[in-house]
């Protein structure tokens, strides 16, 4: 009796890291064939040894058509805003069951995700686009106060401001359109990036939500609670901790209100990460539904009954297995982005070993003489923290104790003086 042929996975992902690794070991577990497709050097011969495709996400309907030409597969993930929208295009050429090319392409946009809310129907800010030759002054004059301010295709709220008049308006804009002409945002050739979002600031309670849909219809994985007030004038992510301590009709609400902006955006088949906020008045405004799961090493904060990690669940669905009966294991868990306090160059930190006994798990990627950046400029983190606890206060705290034991020392950049 002949072997049965081993399936194949396709990852579009735009480098190495923690999570592509993760999926890389989670196909080798499940038997299943791996082959990446990435934006890396196509000049050199395979130049990170693991086979990949080169592609290239600023031409993304060309790379889609030469990953079809390539070789047949049976599922195709993605890890990334950019990479989901050519794995969509990808999966559509291949036949295979992911999200649609244009709602993927919707979702990864600002403007574009909020046109879907409206006309969906659901509760939206005001909002409007700046181009870029538009005069700050004038724009600052149609501008909502308080308002916020964001690049239509950065994410992790880099270059994200808020403004409370006219003035801090045009700074904030003239702020935000020197980052998008930095060289490492520029040659990403996204023509959205030359455009910023405006819209009206939104109190309340922030919330995320990982989920995974089929067929359009969303199964919640995890409910985030973001502890941290965001309010301005940057947003910096730093705790996330789940499940979330709101009464069940709010969660429900959140669940009930990510469904309706995954429906709007059309998203069929495959993870979701969104993002909402909660007025006072519990009404659940959505902010984002990005067609893929939560980023890198946040991940690990979700980990299921059987020990599986997110990524396998993600494989295994993408692979047509039914797991909409995965629980995350008893209790709760939580993550910390650790913040980069100030600009300055990383030399090396201390107290990681006081912080592990507090928190139980502490990840340090930032190396030592590596420039950082504070938002909303930069786009990394220091490390982070994870703790694991009955309850989610006890993990929020374990995350801010841990935090506090960790002492960075960040070396400030001296400026060049021209004579």
Request: charged share 20%; aromatic share 6%; glycine share 8%.
């Amino acid at each position: 009796m002949a072997a049965q042929a081993r399936k194949r996975l396709l990852i579009v992902a735009t480098t190495t890291g923690y999570q592509t690794k993760m999926f890389r070991d989670v196909a080798r577990r499940l038997g299943v064939e791996a082959t990446f497709a990435t934006d890396r050097c196509h000049v050199l011969d395979d130049p990170w040894g693991d086979h990949a495709i080169p592609v290239r996400f600023d031409a993304p309907e060309g790379s889609a058509a030469a990953l079809a030409q390539a070789r047949s597969f049976d599922a195709v993930v993605a890890i990334g805003d950019r990479p989901a929208y050519l794995a969509a295009l990808a999966a559509e050429r291949l036949g295979l069951p992911f999200h649609h090319p244009q709602a993927a392409a919707a979702a990864i946009n600002k403007f574009a995700t909020k046109e879907c809310f409206h006309k969906a129907g659901l509760p939206a800010p005001a909002y409007f686009q700046v181009p870029p030759n538009d005069d700050a002054e004038a724009a600052a004059k149609r501008a909502p106060y308080p308002c916020v301010l964001k690049p239509l295709a950065l994410s992790t709220s880099r270059g994200v401001i808020r403004a409370d008049n006219p003035q801090e308006f045009v700074r904030a804009l003239a702020r935000i359109r020197k980052l998008l002409k930095t060289p490492g945002i520029a040659r990403l050739k996204d023509p959205a990036l030359d455009y910023v979002q405006v819209e009206t600031f939104l109190p309340g309670r922030e919330f995320a939500l990982d989920g995974l849909v089929t067929d359009g219809r969303l199964h919640v994985l995890a409910l985030f609670d973001k502890p941290d007030p965001l309010d301005g004038p940057y947003f910096q992510e730093t705790i996330y901790v789940s499940p979330s301590r709101e009464p069940l009709s709010v969660r429900q609400a959140i669940m009930a209100a990510a469904q309706s902006a995954v429906t709007a955006l059309g998203l069929h088949q495959g993870p979701v990460h969104a993002e909402m906020r909660v007025g006072e008045d519990g009404r659940v405004w959505m902010l984002e539904v990005a067609p893929r799961s939560i980023g890198g090493l946040c991940a690990k904060a979700l980990v299921f009954q059987d020990g599986a990690p997110l990524e396998e669940l993600i494989v295994r669905h993408a692979l047509g297995e039914n797991v909409s009966g995965a629980r995350t294991r008893d209790g709760a868990a939580g993550v910390m982005m650790i913040p980069v306090p100030r600009a300055g160059i990383y030399r090396s930190v201390r107290g990681v070993d006081r912080a592990a006994t507090i928190a139980g798990e502490v990840i340090i990627t930032a190396k030592e003489g590596q420039p950082v950046l504070p938002l909303p400029e930069g786009n990394t983190y220091l490390g982070f923290l994870f703790a694991y606890a009955e309850t989610a206060s006890q993990v929020e705290k374990s995350l801010r104790d841990a935090h506090q034991a960790l002492a960075f020392d960040i070396v400030e950049t001296l400026r060049v003086v021209s004579r």
